[in-house]
């Protein structure tokens, strides 16, 4: 089976540093993104990553270790936007389900003023 | 802009009434998913098509039904919509060739089902 696991809530205030881990464990690996939700709206793509090490994007940022399974997403100069929930997705898939995503229930994340 | 559309954005049905969510895309993409999502929970793949090939979920009940016609439109038909499938309905789209491992999926803004 495929198992995705990443902490429900967190809080931060504005300005600060915040860090979202992920766990998995999957049948196979071809990549974790990371998405971005809004309450109501469609996930937007944030990261990938698919070698060990960190990616980094302005003030996002995210690192990967396949050995242990493990990922986490930085965000850095927190603003009130960045609340919202943050979606873990693994590309375990092979053949024609190459592009098949394992999604976490993801972190709600708010931000305080 | 290249992108990917829902519509309805928001549906209303009745308990067993049959209801269809469509899906367009401008990216041309080969592959098209379809995912349920409840409140507070991780979207759900239900099912997806590579190229004209249907891949259906194990757990994806019977009830749920899609179609897609060409490269641009994908349908999700709920034959006899339950209380329990009221849920934010996503359509998704990514390109993927044989032996790349890159295949971020492209979003639209989803349907919100509610079933009365």
């Known amino acids: 089976g495929q198992n995705i696991d990443q902490p429900t809530e967190m809080t931060a205030t504005e300005g600060a540093i915040v860090q979202i881990n992920c766990t998995y464990q999957?049948?196979?690996?071809?990549?974790l993104f990371w998405y971005q939700q809004h309450a109501g709206e469609a996930p937007t793509f944030l990261s990938y990553n698919v070698l060990d090490g960190l990616e980094e994007k302005g003030r996002f940022s995210s690192f990967l270790s396949r050995s242990k399974g493990y990922s986490y997403l930085l965000l850095k100069e927190l603003q009130m936007k960045d609340s919202a929930s943050y979606l873990c997705a693994v590309n375990s898939g092979r053949g024609s389900t190459l592009g098949r995503l394992y999604f976490g229930r993801g972190t709600q994340l708010t931000v305080w003023p | 802009d290249a992108m990917v559309i829902q519509n309805p954005r928001y549906q209303v049905t009745q308990f067993g009434k049959p209801v269809t969510l469509s899906c367009s895309q401008t990216?041309?993409?080969?592959?098209m998913y379809w995912y349920q999502q409840k409140s507070s929970q991780a979207p759900k793949l239900l099912f997806h098509y590579y190229d004209k090939d249907f891949n259906n979920e194990a757990d994806t009940p019977d009830n749920f039904q899609s179609r897609r016609p060409n490269t641009s439109f994908c349908f999700l038909d709920i034959r006899s919509p339950g209380l329990g499938d009221a849920a934010m309905y996503l359509c998704a789209t990514s390109t993927t060739q044989r032996g790349a491992s890159y295949n971020e999926q492209f979003f639209g803004p989803g349907t919100r089902l509610t079933v009365l």
């Open positions: 990216l041309n993409h080969n592959v």
């Open positions: 999957t049948s196979g690996f071809n990549g």
